[in-house]
């Protein structure tokens, strides 16, 4: 299941209206010759049930509220293209939606969620990346302190929000505020190559209803696949022009200032959520859902060759892992770790295992920068690269 992002955007809707068509209750498929043609050019070990999509876009609001510039980013889902075009005639008195596939514009959250629950049922909003310091409803630079003093008397219409990249499920939980919403994760549909390195889990009939059904009751709701919240590019608190990283307890040493430039650091996603819980680390509601932390395959895969996750090397060795067993996701979190033996980088399987118990490093991210995970010592890759070299030389 993708979500298609960017609906609002007239060139883009216009494709999917031209190349989707209706399939189960909510959903939408590909129309069946650009199926046959992408099933051909698929791995034959990838060739499985043709993936769904959901209409999607991500808004972001920028207004004045409470003596301050709020600026939030929401996550809108529609079951049809009805639904959808009753949104974009709203949302085109208030701004313009050509600009960008994820528009700007000058309206107050409250009144968004208002727009959306009126454009027809089963449209519903979920805030986005709620931690992000920058654009979202409980960051540190723009935010609110609650959801509620974000959307007002509508708050009790969002069920789901958003955790980010920089922040896990475990860290949520030290909000109790936070409880009676469910937790999801996703990626990010303006990056193609970055499609499920997060993702929300569903064991519910497929159908956009008894989707979003789950995430309103939790039944037939999985829980979430997650990065290492370290490696999210918000963190830790910092300013990365100076090269600054701090936790939370050096900032407050340092007054919060940088001390080479003496500017204000950007508050990073821990410090922020240090700020709001009222639950000490560890805690645990009632009631929580499961999620799992993986690292992305040409990461492992990188770290291994010793070099760039981008590279072709590690693009084409991704691209013989996934030939011989299956597709990325199922490898990471199920696939026994004898099948690896003789397929990839000799210590692949050792890697997964690793990520798989959490046993990682981590060198936190922080002020946009990513953080780096890695699953070897440097001494270890060193005393596996014998045994490895033969496959470096194949590439």
Known sequence: MVATGDFTHPAWLEELKTKLVAAEPGLYRLKPEIERYIAERLPKSCRREPTRFLLSVEISTIYKKGERTRKIHHLVYAPDFETVDRARRALSKIGNLNSDGRPILGLDSRNLLEIV????????????????????VLGSKSGFDSVDACYGDLAPHVFAIETGLSSDPPMNWRVSGLDRFRLISNSDAHSPPMLGREATVFDSELDYYAMRRALETGEHYAGTLEFFPEEGKYHLDGHRKCNVRFDPAQTRDHGGL????????????????????DREPGARPRHVDPFRSLVALPEVIGELLGVGAKSAKVEKAVAAVVEHLGPELELLECLPIDSFKGRGPALLGEAIARIRAG?????????????VIRVFKSDELKRGSSADMAYRYSL
């Open 359 to 371: 046993r990682v490093h981590c060198e936190a991210g922080y002020d946009g920068q990513f953080g």
């Open 117 to 136: 629950l009126q454009s027809g049922n089963g449209a519903y909003l979920v805030p986005a990346h709620v931690w992000t310091p920058w654009f979202a």
């Open 258 to 277: 940088c001390p080479v430039c003496k500017t204000a650091v950007t508050v990073g996603v821990l410090h922020r959520v240090e700020v709001l819980a």
